[in-house]
């Protein structure tokens, strides 16, 4: 079956502007995770929905980086004004419920800030 | 901070041979998982372990979970040239909302034909 998909797979963009990254979870996943992943380092969590709602925004490092999800489906990543120390492989991943114990993950996006 | 650390950073070996990767963390677990990502490729959950057990297999992989310790380790049998990944650790707390991931910064398996 389909896994997580994610878009772009990579983006190029200049200090100051905006992007928005997407997430397409597994059907039927109600929970949703985005991840943050710099060159050579672990993953930092950034967010969780669970449905359409985000319970838990701790991980989120600025006021730029902003995330909705709609229709307990495909949620977006917002980040303002990049900053190249944005640059970093965003990962999002869904799992079945909050009970669940395996999150999958999709393939990242790649968003380098020049 | 992050609250797994593998060990080591990187590891270079042979076809054949066996893999040993550690990971230590901080706070008390609901459960442990490895995950392997491959270059350009998303992460793989390879295995989970829950804190009330001690061992668990998987093909050519065993996990250990020392609670006491708060380590585990991933033992990756009879190598093959496919395996070469980076290998996360990742921690499910118990004070955590929803179960997200705290992760370490991995090991780089390297495995030369």
């Known amino acids: 079956g389909a896994g997580v998909s994610q878009s772009p797979s990579n983006k190029v963009t200049e200090k100051g502007k905006d992007v928005e990254l997407r997430c397409d979870p597994i059907s039927g996943h109600t929970a949703l995770y985005w991840y943050r992943q710099r060159l050579g380092q672990g993953l930092e969590f950034l967010i969780y929905f669970q449905g359409n709602s985000a319970p838990d925004k701790s991980g989120l490092p600025s006021d730029r980086f902003s995330a909705e999800r709609t229709g307990e489906s495909v949620s977006t990543l917002t980040i303002q004004r990049t900053q190249q120390e944005d640059s970093a492989v965003y990962l999002c991943?869904?799992?079945?419920?909050?009970?669940?114990?395996?999150?999958?993950f999709g393939p990242g996006t790649r968003l380098t800030v020049l | 901070s992050q609250q797994g650390e593998e060990d080591p950073q990187a590891l270079s070996i042979q076809e054949g041979e066996n893999a040993t990767m550690n990971c230590s963390y901080k706070t008390s677990i609901n459960n442990l998982q490895w995950y392997r990502q491959n270059s350009g490729r998303g992460l793989v959950h390879l295995i989970l372990?829950?804190?009330?057990?001690r061992e668990k297999h998987s093909g050519r992989l065993r996990v250990t979970l020392d609670t006491s310790k708060k380590s585990s380790s991933l033992l990756i049998t009879a190598s093959r040239a496919a395996d070469t990944a980076s290998y996360f650790c990742a921690t499910e707390g118990l004070s955590n909302a929803g179960n997200m991931l705290t992760f370490g910064g991995g090991t780089r398996l390297m495995v030369k034909p």
């Open positions: 991943a869904s799992s079945r419920d909050r009970s669940t114990d395996t999150q999958y």
């Open positions: 372990i829950r804190s009330n057990e």
